[in-house]
């Protein structure tokens, strides 16, 4: 008897279900056509949505395992926003507010005289004082600006009977390369101020070439605070 021919019904080809090479093949020819490529998120939006991820990895944990609230695209941005908002409140607290506490702190009795602009508006006066030829005001303002500087930065600090002299010492303490121009012109300050003599130009320069150098000097002894 002759056998019965075998028909066989699958089509000719390749296989219907594909391996598992053959699909993660297929799968990367799929994503990698132009359609895909441009969804793909970059830059921010990708930076984004990787802090997105962080964030609710550590919800998930901080709930113990349970699932943490799930958070939408608008108000994780705003939480974002509000972090960052945070996050410069602190910056401002920590940095800002100790050197406006050290400034306003640096005002007061100065040499005998109850005075409460800082160094900027004294060096100014000093400056106007000396444009128009009164050389002895233009010595008190310029010295009392040194002081009020020195208290600013938190070198030394003048309280009520303070001496002129008794500031140089100790600012030279912590700028000894100035000791004896600020012996100087602490000497200059006490001769227009106390005992009459009047200002000259040449005394003038003096001050404000010391004002000028102890601007930008860095204290060499190192402390916070000399008392003076």
């Not at 943490?68 to 920590?94: E, M, Q």
């Not at 600020?182 to 001769?191: N, T």
Request: negative net charge; proline residues 7%.
């Amino acid at each position: 008897m002759i056998p019965a021919p075998h028909w066989s019904l699958a089509p000719p080809g390749p296989p219907l279900v594909p391996t598992a090479e053959q699909a993660r093949a297929q799968l990367l020819a799929e994503l990698s056509k132009p359609e895909y490529q441009s969804a793909r998120p970059t830059g921010f939006t990708l930076l984004v949505q990787q802090i997105q991820r962080a964030i609710t990895k550590w919800l998930n944990d901080l709930f113990g395992g349970l699932k943490a609230p799930s958070l939408s695209p608008d108000l994780f941005v705003v939480i974002l926003v509000a972090l960052g908002i945070a996050a410069l409140v602190v910056l401002f607290l920590v940095f800002d507010l100790p050197r406006i506490n050290r400034r306003s702190a640096a005002v007061g009795a100065l040499f005998g005289d109850e005075d409460d602009r800082d160094s900027a508006a004294l060096r100014r006066d000093a400056e106007r004082s000396a444009a128009a030829g009164d050389y002895t005001l233009a010595i008190v303002e310029e010295f009392r600006s040194i002081a009020r500087a020195m208290a600013e930065r938190t070198v030394v600090t003048t309280f009520p009977g303070t001496t002129a002299t008794a500031f140089a010492e100790r600012a030279a303490v912590s700028f000894p390369i100035y000791r004896a121009d600020l012996v100087e012109c602490a000497a200059s300050f006490d001769g227009v101020r106390y005992l009459g003599a009047l200002g000259t130009e040449a005394h003038w320069k003096a001050m404000s070439t010391l004002e000028l150098g102890l601007r930008d000097a860095r204290p060499t002894f190192d402390v916070d605070l000399v008392d003076a």
